[in-house]
């Protein structure tokens, strides 16, 4: 059986459409339960950006830029304007790069940040949690500001669309009418339906989706975001339910001989870079704290697969490359060193 086979079975769906090359890669159009445009960007940094959660740290953050040219060449098709305002959700938004390959590709951005925060949190869900703005520096914000673009981990959307309604309300204010958004990083299908729609009610004419290799399933945790393979909590109860997002059959050809079933793809994105902004100042990713929590689901993934009927002996290889290279990096711990 195809290694394409085994994931459409856990539940991948590939009704995408090839839409134009990218610096390094693929664009595909998708369709989406939402009155806005979609496209998921395959790329070889985007690649190893969702199928290695070894890769942290300065090594990360390079590929990320080199993932954020791709889908600048596609945005500089698509925007209105060689103007944008960029919104930056703190923490994990500068990781991805975007800004900088706008401003390489000949954009004038300006920067503005939201920070939202959800009380009591710890990695790994959201559930129960309260979430509100904490910090906004938007000071760029001005009238003529039409064109806004942002990079972010979007699950359910719920943070996006908390930091984008703080943000709307500032333009309002400040006389600016925004009518062209651009959303760009690992995007789950859920995440890009909710925050389409905010967009939407708030009067936004063109709304333009970009994510990374995949569109994402969604856990049931609302947090973890892979491309097929167990839902881990509902497994831990004893449930055999199989999550699978949305890509090209090219992309899950590419992608399966090196993503583990079920990992998250973004991981602990913000604790996965070297230097964080969080409002206030200037503070470490937690690098080592990513790389063992990773370890420990590979593991307990490794366990969950043999009991879906999807399961392949093949998928041994790929769990044995995985937990060897986080082992590798754990023990260099030269994750910021240039």
Known sequence: MSLKRVAIEAGVRTDVKEYCLVPGGKAYEVEVDADVASYILDTESGLRLACEPELVGLRMEREAVRAAQAVVSLISKLCDSKKVLFLHLLRASKGYGLHYALRSSGFEVKEVSVRVAYTGSTIGTHEGREAKVVYSNLDQVSEDDSVLVLADTVATGQTVNLALDHLFKEAERRGARIREVHVYGFLSELGVKRVGEFLKKMD??????????DLTALSSNNYDMPLYGPDLPSFRLHNLSSL?????????????????????????????QCSLFNGEGYEKGRIV?????????????????RAY???????????????????????RADFCET
């Open 289 to 305: 704290d990513h790389l063992e929590r990773s370890l420990q689901t590979l593991e307990e993934l490794h366990d969950a697969v």
């Open 204 to 213: 936004v004419s063109r709304v333009y989706f970009y994510a990374l290799q």
């Open 309 to 331: 009927p999807w399961y392949r002996e093949w998928m041994e290889d790929v769990f044995l490359t995985r937990k060897r290279r986080l082992l590798d990096v754990l023990s």
């Open 244 to 272: 699978g997002g949305v890509a090209a059959e090219e992309t899950l050809d590419r992608m399966l001989p090196y993503y583990f079933p079920g990992m998250d793809q973004p991981g602990d994105w913000s604790e996965r």
